[in-house]
Each structure stands twice: as structure tokens, then as C-alpha cells.
């Protein structure tokens, strides 16, 4: 389904040209579960924003379903990235002035959804996400893991085919943090997305089908990441990656 070759980044900053993305070459299929992990400053939401079509890469190819969108007009890209893909990030960014099901219903308002049609299907989603009694509650009013999953409904209510979340669970506490990972992985199995979860934390990664590293701007081989992935577990909990779940 998503089909990256050869994607550079290049920043430039001053005088000088920073090389952020050094060349990533991988595809993704429909319905797979991946993280993304690596060092802070490895690239990963440099990487997550060319996915989701939020940045263009300085040089490289990326077909969707065998589309070249780097050569779709900027509206079209936009309107692809609206009906393809969902975003989820760590400090959730709900509108504070909206309740729940406003804010997922936004997505849909931008489709010019009809309201009483855009109400229905958030109402429906924030049900799937264990919401259904939380509708009219401002975001202030939620806690921070209710707030996340106001964020998932959000970027579920558009039927997308891929869902991006960079550090979904950064933000939240040990327990709450499962039960959204346990949410993606519900999502992954009922409405068969390919979810991509950028994550510090081990155990969330842990859980994910497939494990993509990144070093530098470059991806670490399966082997070598999978090897990597223990270590780290091995140093945070004693226990081999597959035992951490
Ligand atoms: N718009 C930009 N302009 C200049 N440099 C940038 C820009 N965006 C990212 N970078 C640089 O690219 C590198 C990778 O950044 P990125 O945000 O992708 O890292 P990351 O892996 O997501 O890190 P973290 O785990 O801390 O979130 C960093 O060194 C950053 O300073
Ligand atoms: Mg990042």
C-alpha cells in the first residue's frame, strides 16, 4: 500500500544543510501494525510527516497504491491526505472550545459532512472508543487518557486507511498507556488500518507485528533492530522484548 524509495530530507538551517532523512527505502502493506523507534533526534517524525503527507522529502519516490502523490498538486495532496489518513499525537490536540463529539467530528466538517450525518458517525465512533457517555464533555473536562481516545475517534471518524500517532502514549501513565495501545491494536483487527505508532516505551513497541528502527536518518536491518529492541528491554526490565508484553 505505501511504497517509500529512496526518501532524503534535507533542512537547511543557516549555512549549513542538515541531512535528516539519508535515504529510506521500505513498504508498508494494508493492515499491518509497526512502530517506529529510535534516539530522539533519529528522524522518526521527520519520517511520520513525509508518510502522512504533512512534508514533502528533498528528493525520493512515494506511491500510495501505486500513486506517485509527490507529483499530486498541493490540494490534491491535501484532500488525498483527508480521506487517507488519521493523526493521533502526544499532547492530543483537541480544540478546547469544542466538546468531544465536535472534535471528532471536525475531520468530517472539513468534507462539508452534513452536521446531523457528521454528528452520527462521532457519536458512533467515540461509542467504539469507550466514549459513549462522555459526548458533550470539553476537553478539560476528560482525563488524559479519555482525551487520547477523543483524539483517536477523531482520526478514525473519516474512515482512514492509515492512522499515524507520533508518542500516543508520551503523555500518559503505565495502565492508561495499555489500554490504548490495546484501542490501536482493536483498531488494527476490526477495521484492518495500518497503524504506524512512533513510541519511546519498549512494551508499546513490544506489541507491534513489525518493529522499524531508525538510526541517523537511516533504517536499522530487521535483525539487527530486533537484537537492538531486546537490549533495551533487557536493560529496562530484565526480560527479553518478547517476555515485555
Ligand atoms: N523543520 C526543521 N528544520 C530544521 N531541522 C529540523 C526540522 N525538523 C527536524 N529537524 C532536525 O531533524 C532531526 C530529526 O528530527 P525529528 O523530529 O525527526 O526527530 P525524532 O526522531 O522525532 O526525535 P524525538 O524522539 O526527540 O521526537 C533533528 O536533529 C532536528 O533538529
Ligand atoms: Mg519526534
Redesign the pocket.
Known amino acids: 500500500m505505501l511504497d517509500l524509495q529512496d526518501i532524503v530530507r534535507e533542512?537547511t538551517?543557516g549555512p549549513t544543510q542538515?541531512r535528516?532523512l539519508r535515504g529510506i527505502s521500505i513498504k508498508f502493506d494494508a493492515g499491518e501494525m509497526v512502530s517506529i523507534t529510535?534516539?530522539?533526534?533519529?528522524?522518526?517524525?521527520?519520517?511520520m510527516n513525509i508518510v502522512g503527507l504533512l512534508d514533502k522529502p528533498t528528493s525520493g519516490r512515494y506511491l500510495i497504491d501505486g500513486q506517485d502523490v509527490l507529483q499530486a498538486r498541493a490540494d490534491n495532496l491535501s484532500a488525498l491526505r483527508n480521506r487517507l489518513i488519521g493523526f493521533v499525537f502526544q499532547s492530543f490536540f483537541l480544540l478546547p472550545r469544542l466538546n468531544a463529539w465536535r472534535n471528532v467530528a471536525l475531520p468530517l466538517m472539513y468534507r462539508r459532512t452534513p452536521e446531523a450525518e457528521a454528528r452520527r458517525l462521532a457519536h458512533e465512533m467515540l461509542e467504539r472508543v469507550g466514549l459513549g457517555d462522555r459526548t458533550e464533555h470539553m476537553p478539560s473536562e476528560l482525563s488524559g487518557g479519555q482525551r487520547q481516545r477523543v483524539a483517536i475517534a477523531r482520526a478514525l471518524v473519516g474512515s482512514p486507511k492509515l492512522l499515524l500517532a507520533d508518542?500516543p502514549t508520551g503523555a500518559l501513565d503505565t495502565k492508561v498507556s495499555q489500554e490504548i495501545v490495546d484501542l490501536f491494536k482493536q483498531i488494527n483487527r476490526d477495521f484492518g488500518v495500518l497503524v504506524m505508532i512512533?513510541t519511546?516505551d519498549p512494551r508499546v513497541a513490544a506489541q507491534c507485528a513489525r518493529r522499524v528502527v531508525?538510526r541517523n536518518g537511516l533504517l536499522v536491518a530487521e535483525e539487527e533492530a530486533e537484537a537492538e529492541m531486546d537490549a533495551i528491554a533487557l536493560e529496562r526490565f530484565g526480560q527479553p522484548l518478547a517476555k515485555v508484553s
Not at 38 to 47: D, H, I, L, N
Open positions: 533542512f538551517v542538515l535528516v529510535g534516539g530522539s533526534g533519529s528522524g522518526k517524525t521527520t519520517f508518542e512512533i519511546h531508525l
